[in-house]
Every structure is written in structure tokens, then in C-alpha cells.
């Protein structure tokens, strides 16, 4: 945080000094847009399901804002974050850029302190855009950032609904410890010459914080269900982490007890190019004795590390390599395995076009036209840091096969062997209610789903599938699986995400 109450001495005199016009006309009247609280387990991991049977607190007609335009507001708690749902009317929008959005918290339900806003006090003004706000608070104004809230949102990728988290406990909402926040008041302001402000009257929506216990989640244990599921494991490694003598124990902790049977790596590779296929193949024998381990060649820092043979492989895109591996023995049938780190943060447009060419590549392999047969009904399954951090389309054309630039890369198509679209496969962190799979508490970005697994389930159904984050474990926990509470955030940026397959 870096306080600038000398720099913002001047816009504090004037702040304060038109509080009092205001505030008059505010106490004249109490707001009307009293909601009722809602205690309730929500999952941030951009589905929905989970809001259904929370109310609506306020919602707004179409038409009345220059870039955003809100439809509506949801707004429950649970005994640690403060969540909000949040609708537009126009088209799809981004949370984490290319907005003006504003949060407003008058946190202390007090219109006499705090910024003076559309009939409120606010002590947080949060521009989502801007990954950034400012706290009012009586010693001066302190620009504060993500992790200052403890935010969470979701997804990451343009749409029309998004849900996001703010700790209860940060230093806004308890007013630097000094309170327990029971009652605040909320305003959303769009951006544009003419923004579209929810609520439309003064005052804001004010939120009573429901003080009914809400049980933790059903934790998530690391073992397979049966000792015959395959289990994959995709895990961006963050700059050849499994080599890294200051990390490489974490790595050992984490794989061991996850116990994968194939491995998707992001980001394995070695600026010094030390490590190669054998030293992987090593390590991975040390780790786990008496196993023999089938290591794929490195494309662009992906490296395949699989129980199974390895029957075809190569690298099928700019940033995607896939090899086809010998299941036949626990699934009835060999498993196409593909492996992506896309390209990072605003680079839509190559993201774009190496999901093209990728789609294009398993469009062409389906009909017949790969270097390798693909049989008919054969699972595939895709792994990987997707860094999905822009356009949903990005997303759509791997799930779906639809192609943006098909005069490069071909015609549409649906991947799945019924002619469907793949299925995403959303999961939850193994103790706690979240699905962010990358975290850096000193970035401007909130935690967010960049590592995705996508699948064919026609022929292929999860029966377990999790995210790892030691962090959220109990001391019980970690103890049992040899893990130490840091582990996973020393390791990577990035969390493992695990699948468990079984034969159809």
C-alpha cells in the first residue's frame, strides 16, 4: 500500500469540505434499497449454479448506460468473503480490463465519512479496470490493490456475468480492525460520458452481512477413489521448477502425493538447457522407485511424463504438443493426450491463432489426414496453461472447433466424437470454495482459471478432479500427505489440477 495523503492533501480539503451539503440532504431520507442478507455457500469458479437460489437485490432496466450497461445485482456472505454477482445487458465484458467499473463499499453505513457518492460515504473505491482502488479512511486516502481485499473473480475471459469475493476480514471492511462489518452500502457505477449507476436512486443498496454459520465444503481427499483410475495431472511448473534446487523438495512433496499417472509440464524447460529427456526420466525414477517412465521431447517447455507408453508424438501447434500413449490395458483404448501453454496476459491475437492452428490440427487428425491414425472413439483429453486471460472466443474455438481464421486453418467442426464440443471441466480446490488456479499475491491481477482440462465425454467422465492448494489445507491434512503449508505457492504460481479417469 503507499500512503499519499501529502499529495492528496488538496483533493481530501475538497472532498471534505462539500461532505456537508450533502450528507444534509442524505439524512433527510433513509435509503429505500434495503436488501435482505443471504448466508450462503458460494464456489468463485465462473459457473452459476450456486446463485440460483439467492435473490436478486436490485435490478436494472436496459438502456441506461454508455459502456456498461447492468442488468443486475446478487449479493450473499459466507463466514469469511462478501460475494456479488454481478449482469450486464451489452454483450460481453472484461473484469480485469478494458473497463471503468467502479466498486463503491461505504463500509461503516456512514454517509458522513468516506468519499461522497450518489447519496453514499464510500471507504472503497475499487476500478476494476484499473486493477487498483483507493481506502478513505480519517488519516487519508490509501491506494490499495487485489491482494489488500483478498479479490477473487471470475472467469478471467469476457462474458456477460461474473462473480467476485472480498475478504471480510481485509482492512476495508473491518475499518483497519476496528469493526466487525455488519451493515454497508454498495454502489456500482459503469464508465463513459454517460454511466449507468446501480441503484439508479441515492443512497445506494444497503446490505445487512447474515451472521448464520455457513458449513465448510467437503474436502476433497488426494487418493484415487480406485486404485485402478488413471489419474493425469497438468501443472505449469514455472520456469523449469523441477530442476530449481530451492524448489525442487516442494515438487517432490506435491507429485508424490498426488501420485499421477501422466503428466502434462508447462514451462520445463532450462535456460541453460541442462535438463533434457533423461534427466527428467531420472528424477522421476528417484521420486518413484521402480516405475517405468515414458518422457516425451520438449516443445516449447511442454513436457509429457507418463506411466504409459508413448506411441506417437509431436508438436502440433506454435505452443501445443500431444503424444498418443498405450492405455488399451486400463482404459480399453489409447488415450490422445494434448499439452498447451498458450501465449500470456494481452497477446489475444496469437492466442487466437494457436488455438486455430491446434483445432485445425485435430480437426485434420479426426478425418483421417495425421501423421498418425486416430481410431474412431478414441479419448482425448487437453491439459495446459491456457492463459485465457482476453476473448472468450479463445476458449470457444477449443471447446467448440470454431475456427476464426479459416481462410489459414480450415473450416469448423466439433471435436467430440458425437459432434459436440469438448467439455471444460471446472473443479474446485480440494478444501476451500475456489477454482483459481494461479496466484501471485504481489501481481495487479487477481487469482484466476488460466490451467484448463478439457475432455470428450462421449467417451471419457472424470470420477475425481481437483485443485491443489496446501495453503487452504488443515495441519491434520497436510501432515497425513507429507506436505508443509507453503508448498504449493514456493512451487509455481501455478496449482496442479487433477483429473481421475476410469474405462467407460
Known sequence: ??????????????????????????????????????????TIDGLFDDWESIPVVYADPAGDGTDEDFIMLKIANDNDFMFFSIEFHDGEQMMQNWNDIHLYLDTDA????????????????????????????????????????????????????????????SAILTMDGTQEPTTIKIVLQGGGAAPDILPDEPGGIEYEFDSTPVPSPEIITLEKNEMEHLRILSYNVRQNGLFDPERQAEFERIIKALEPDIMGFQEAYDDNDTNDVNDIEALFEDWFPGVNWHVSSEWNGNFVVSR????????????????????EEDLGTPLFFINSHFSCCDANDNRQEQVDELMSFVRDLKNGLGPFTLEYGTPIVHVGDFNLVGYRQQLTTLTDGDIVDEASYGIDFLPDWDDSPLTDLFSRQTHIRMGYTWRSDNSEYNPGKLDYILYTDSVLEPVKHFVLNTLAMSEEDLSFYNLNSEDTKIASDHLPRVMDIAED
Open 1 to 42: 500500500m503507499n500512503r499519499r495523503t501529502s499529495a492528496l492533501a488538496f483533493a481530501m480539503l475538497l472532498l471534505f469540505s462539500s461532505l456537508g451539503a450533502l450528507n444534509t440532504a442524505a439524512s433527510d431520507s433513509d435509503s429505500p434499497n434495503v436488501r435482505d442478507s443471504a448466508s450462503f455457500p458460494v
Open 308 to 327: 504409459y507408453p508413448i506411441l506417437h508424438q509431436g508438436h502440433h501447434s506454435w505452443r501445443s504438443m500431444g503424444v498418443l500413449l498405450d492405455t
Open 110 to 169: 456512514d454517509v458522513n465519512t468516506g468519499l461522497p457518492v450518489h447519496g453514499i460515504g464510500a471507504e472503497l473505491d475499487w476500478c476494476f479496470g484499473c486493477r487498483s482502488g483507493y481506502y478513505y479512511i480519517m488519516d487519508g486516502i490509501i491506494e490499495i490493490y487485489q491482494n489488500d481485499l483478498t479479490l477473487r473473480i471470475a472467469p478471467t475471459i469476457t462474458g456477460e456475468r461474473f462473480e467476485i469475493a472480498i475478504s471480510r476480514s
